[in-house]
T-cell receptor, first 113, second 111 residues
Framework: GAGVSQTPSNKVTEKGKYVELRCDPISGHTALYWYRQSLGQGPEFLIY????????DSGLPNDRFFAVRPEGSVSTLKIQRTERGDSAVYLC???????????FGQGTRLTVV | DQQVKQNSPSLSVQEGRISILNCDYTNSMFDYFLWYKKYPAEGPTFLIS?????DKNEDGRFTVFLNKSAKHLSLHIVPSQPGDSAVYFC??????????FGTGTSLTVIP
């Protein structure tokens, strides 16, 4: 596709459940980022992939959060035992390399009830 | 700790006038800066960027200025148009790593 695609666009889940959020980056982009945005805040960094490996996962808040990018393209953000505080918009972005802009998807709005 | 700060949560400007959005940062290792524009229910859209080796970058109505000694950057929009009304985020990165974002400034351009 032409841009970064995220699915689903909306996800409502019950507290304690497991969720997976998917990101399809722009074809050929080696760098992929996951961010989380709460109301009134800027995007908060979660994890950054360069190719298949996580170059920086320092933003993951705890071990309930995990992300993979097995073939260096599509990435999945996985959240176990969801909590109400996990409710936010989860944004994915990709870029073609260093000192280049990152292009964002439309985000997945996660609501934990 | 917020490494990128946007101290003005909102700004209103008359159509045709200049909009100036400001951003301050604390990390002297940042070497690449960007501005994003965000409409409700959409992801941020890239607007303009600047490398630390420059102090100005211009693209049409948008100009970004970088003052490294003050650790300050600004985005100028001239002339402002109603379609520019959105939330603007500045972001910074060091050596191609993650981007750090400010909290955003909501710009309203009044027709």
């Amino acid at each position: 596709g032409a841009g970064v695609s995220q699915t689903p666009s909306n996800k409502v889940t019950e507290k304690g459940k497991y969720v997976e959020l998917r990101c399809d980056p722009i074809s050929g982009h080696t760098a992929l980022y996951w961010y989380r945005q709460s109301l009134g805040q800027g995007p908060e960094f979660l994890i950054y992939f360069q190719g298949t490996g996580a170059a920086d996962d320092s933003g993951l808040p705890n071990d309930r959060f995990f992300a993979v990018r097995p073939e260096g393209s599509v990435s999945t953000l996985k959240i176990q035992r969801t909590e109400r505080g996990d409710s936010a918009v989860y944004l994915c972005a990709s870029s073609s390399g260093e000192h280049t802009e990152a292009f964002f998807g439309q985000g997945t709005r996660l609501t934990v009830v | 700790d917020q490494q990128v700060k946007q101290n003005s949560p909102s700004l209103s400007v008359q159509e045709g006038r200049i909009s100036i959005l400001n951003c301050d940062y604390t990390n002297s290792m940042f070497d690449y800066f960007l501005w994003y524009k965000k409409y409700p229910a959409e992801g941020p859209t890239f607007l303009i960027s600047i490398s630390s080796i420059k102090d100005k970058n211009e693209d049409g109505r948008f100009t970004v200025f970088l003052n490294k000694s003050a650790k300050h950057l600004s985005l100028h929009i001239v002339p402002s148009q109603p379609g520019d009304s959105a939330v603007y985020f500045c972001a910074a990165s060091a050596y191609g790593n993650q981007f750090y974002f400010g909290t955003g400034t909501s710009l309203t351009v009044i027709p």
